[in-house]
């Protein structure tokens, strides 16, 4: 019986939450934001810079908890099961449908169980090479992994993230065998490559700038159709030899779908007002991350229309969870 009455206390409590968030009063507590991918990703970063802010401008704390592994799918499941009522936000990129359109799995949908609150930003990736690697162009790359098929290994922050998905898609137009090694986020696979352990990998800007920048890291190439100015004179994959190829990660919040509407405006005022700060999006801009700002519908759009263009990568690729 003080079981039963201990789980009726803390349903009574969590609707009583929801009511007050219904009726405008929100945060009435703490704000938990899941990364679903270790500590120093991209993802982790960019949620990390927000969270201060939104702390200062709603008055609660708000808390970035990394829940890494399957590709950021266990952070979306616990983050679509928790009370809608705005206490439990999701820092996530495209990483969570690509994976499961390799894993052919349904739950959780970006698309129907979370809603869209506000895209953050986008970033293109680099190809970048520990330095013992006698290669210093994207075609004396190609050219050692043709020499060597199946020998050369590269790592990414998990199956169906955007530098796994730009493996694969390097090494279909570039009509090579090299070998994926997933990790449980973007961070320690960076740390292997700056060991040697791993040759190469597609990592976002965001998370290996500064190994670049200290010359422990060699970039080869951008994966964006456009060069960028935080690393002057290096072209893009497209410019070095595999014309039209494009990749790029972008980092969203979500929340539990039956979040009511009010919550949802709110989060995407306070988070595009913590954006447009100068500091924060120069910050940002020096990490090589594109500042974006827009309505929870405008997120929203932009998913859907990220659909198929992922689900043409993956088809395309013959990208497989093992």
């Known amino acids: 019986m003080k079981y039963m009455h201990w789980i009726a206390v803390v349903m009574l409590a969590m609707g009583s939450e ?20 270790a500590a120093g990703g991209a993802t982790d970063i960019i949620a990390r810079s927000i969270a201060p802010g939104l702390g200062e401008s709603l008055g609660q704390s708000f808390v970035v908890e990394n829940r890494p592994g399957a590709s950021s799918q266990i952070a979306g499941e616990l983050v679509a099961k928790s009370p809608p009522d705005g206490h439990v936000l999701l820092m ?39 330095p013992s ?11 050692l992994a043709r020499a060597r098929p199946g020998e050369l290994n590269y790592g990414s922050g998990g199956i169906g993230t955007t530098p796994h998905l730009s493996g694969e898609l390097f090494a279909t137009m570039a009509r090579l065998k090299i ?38 890291l060699r970039v080869l190439a951008v994966t964006g159709l456009e060069r960028t100015p935080v690393v002057p004179g290096v072209a893009t994959m497209s410019e070095s030899g595999l014309p039209g190829f494009e990749a790029t990660t972008w980092h969203g919040v979500v929340v539990p779908a039956a979040t009511p509407d009010a919550v949802v405006q709110q989060l995407n005022r306070d988070i595009n007002a913590v954006l447009q700060e100068k500091d924060l999006s120069e910050r940002l801009a020096g990490l090589g991350a ?29 990208a497989k969870a093992d």
């Open 179 to 216: 070998v994926h090694v997933p990790y449980k986020g973007e961070a320690p696979a960076i740390t292997d490559t700056l060991a040697g352990h791993l040759p190469f990998m597609f990592t976002n800007v965001t998370a290996s700038l500064s190994q670049v920048k200290a010359g422990k």
């Open 18 to 37: 929801a009511a007050l968030a219904q009726a405008g009063k929100y945060p009435v507590r703490p704000v938990r934001i899941l990364v679903g991918f």
């Open 133 to 143: 690697l006698p290669v210093r162009s994207l075609k004396e790359l190609i050219a």
């Open 290 to 318: 594109e500042v974006l700002t827009g309505t929870p519908r405008d997120f929203a759009d932009y998913i859907a229309r990220e659909i198929p263009k992922w689900t043409k990568v993956v088809k395309d690729s013959g």
């Open 92 to 130: 996530t990129t495209q990483t969570l449908m690509t994976s499961q359109m390799i894993e052919k799995r349904t739950y959780p949908d970006l698309t129907k169980d979370f809603a869209a609150v506000a895209l953050c930003a986008t970033s293109p990736l680099m190809l970048v090479v520990n």
